[in-house]
């Protein structure tokens, strides 16, 4: 069973600190990687995507790649409010096509 | 630019009714997918379609069966629903390869 984990959190974080956020996967042979963000109630939006040649940031949101640990993280910068939500880590565990294993998330709460 | 649409958003049903979950997309995206999201048990893939005229297996299919009746759409049917099918269902599609998948708002579905 290929698995993607999360700590569920929450990650309680001020108001323009930086939120990091983390997930682990188990298929060494994966290769690319997507954040996406849940808002209660909501459907899943993506933040960001990562293939295994890089990181990548985007805006305010860096996500990074630790290939030998197998983690992938994501950071915010200068976290909001309205950041607040549950942030989804997935991982395509199949090569040609895409077939994504999900984390349970991470909920994360902005403070002001 | 409607994305993913799901239809019915909300459904009451008795156990052992049947129904069926639609899902269209405008996107001319190759591969579509249902999954459901339980509390605590993230994004669980049930059935995808890789391309059109192809439908496979995912990580919970007992109790539902999937059609894809064109590249635009792909329906979930429950034949005989169950309490332990009550979840939220989502429905996306991606172009293919490594590009991130996109999502539905959802069907909330609860069975009594």
């Known amino acids: 069973q290929k698995e993607v984990e999360q700590n569920s959190g929450p990650l309680s974080v001020p108001e323009g600190a930086i939120a990091s956020l983390n997930c682990t996967y188990s298929?060494?042979?994966?290769?690319?990687f997507f954040w996406y963000r849940q808002y209660s109630g909501k459907s899943p939006e993506l933040i960001m995507f990562?293939?295994?040649?890089g990181d990548k940031e985007d805006g305010r949101f860096t996500a990074q790649l630790n290939k030998a640990s197998q983690y992938v993280s994501l950071l915010i910068r200068d976290s909001q409010p309205s950041d607040s939500a549950t942030y989804l880590c997935?991982?395509?565990?199949?090569?040609?096509?895409?077939?994504?294993?999900f984390g349970t998330g991470t909920r994360l709460l902005v403070s002001p | 630019n409607a994305g993913v649409t799901q239809t019915p958003k909300f459904q009451v049903l008795k156990t052992g009714q049947s129904m069926t979950l639609q899902c269209a997309q405008d996107?001319?995206?190759?591969?579509m997918y249902w999954y459901r999201q339980d509390p605590g048990m993230g994004l669980r893939l049930i059935y995808y379609?890789?391309?059109?005229?192809?439908?496979d297996k995912g990580e919970v299919p007992n109790g539902y069966n999937v059609s894809r009746l064109n590249k635009r759409e792909f329906s979930l049917r429950l034949e005989s629903a169950a309490p332990s099918q009550t979840s939220v269902y989502f429905c996306?599609?991606?172009?293919?390869?490594?590009?991130?998948?996109?999502f539905g708002d959802g069907t909330r579905l609860s069975i009594l």
């Open positions: 996107m001319n995206h190759n591969s």
């Open positions: 996306a599609s991606t172009i293919g390869g490594d590009q991130p998948q996109h």
């Open positions: 990562i293939y295994s040649n």
């Open positions: 379609s890789a391309s059109e005229g192809t439908t």
């Open positions: 997935a991982v395509n565990i199949e090569g040609g096509f895409q077939k994504l294993v």
């Open positions: 298929d060494r042979g994966s290769q690319s």
